[in-house]
Antibody, heavy 122, light 108 residues
């Protein structure tokens, strides 16, 4: 069965950095676009970043541009989000999710991880 | 960026009743709209994509309709497990941002 497991969240000081990971299993990882979406505590969903199956194409929301970098290692079946210059407003649960269309890139997400909490505070 | 406004914010209903949730876009998203369900402490689950297509394993009591700027998610007869928050999402003007609505909470 499809599984996505995020890790790497935690408490970080403002201005700090963090690298989130998402381990995939149960499907051919390299055939799927993947994405990161976050959710501040008690609030709604915010799309952050998107990457093609090969990793050659990425797209980022304004909130992520210049500070967050999405990448993947298909050999390790893993997705990453490198986050720098973190601010209090980056405090959220971060989800990785799979595009339902495989390499067609439908931009709808059919499997999600359980999320990893990032808290930015001094 | 396209703004999605969901209404009502909260919908109070009982099991067996019909739920009608609205999502309005600030400009046309054509038919590129999805709905997700999220229960407390869980990740969102894709229910509907491209306005009216049910995702794999989604029961037939969930249906979607609309086009352009006005969309509706209907739950024909609420089951106890349907009490949750529902979000709409558009992908119309890709590669410009995907956006989500603010959510509608369906409560008992």
């Amino acid at each position: 069965q499809v599984q996505l497991v995020e890790s790497g969240g935690g408490l970080v000081k403002p201005g700090g950095s963090l690298r989130l990971s998402c381990a995939a299993s149960g499907f051919k990882f390299s055939d799927y676009y993947m994405t990161w979406i976050r959710q501040p505590p008690g609030k709604g969903l915010e799309w952050l970043s998107y990457i093609s199956g090969s990793g050659s194409f990425t797209n980022n929301a304004d909130a992520a541009k210049g500070r967050f970098t999405i990448s993947r290692d298909n050999a390790k079946k893993s997705l990453y989000l490198e986050m720098n210059s973190l601010r209090g407003e980056d405090t959220a649960v971060y989800y990785c999710a799979r595009d339902r269309g495989g390499n067609s890139g439908t931009y709808y997400f059919d499997y999600w991880g359980q999320g990893t909490l990032v808290t930015v505070s001094s | 960026e396209i703004v999605l406004t969901q209404s009502p914010v909260t919908l109070s209903l009982s099991p067996g009743e019909r739920a009608t949730l609205s999502c309005r876009a600030s400009q046309s998203v054509s038919s590129y709209l999805a709905w997700y369900q999220q229960k407390p402490g869980q990740a969102p689950r894709l229910l509907i994509y491209d306005v009216s297509n049910r995702a794999t394993g989604i029961p037939a009591r969930f249906s979607g309709s609309g086009s352009g700027t006005d969309f509706t998610l209907t739950i024909s007869s609420l089951e106890p497990e349907d009490f949750a928050v529902y979000y709409c999402q558009q992908r119309s003007n890709w590669p410009l941002p995907l956006t989500f609505g603010g959510g509608t909470k369906v409560e008992l």
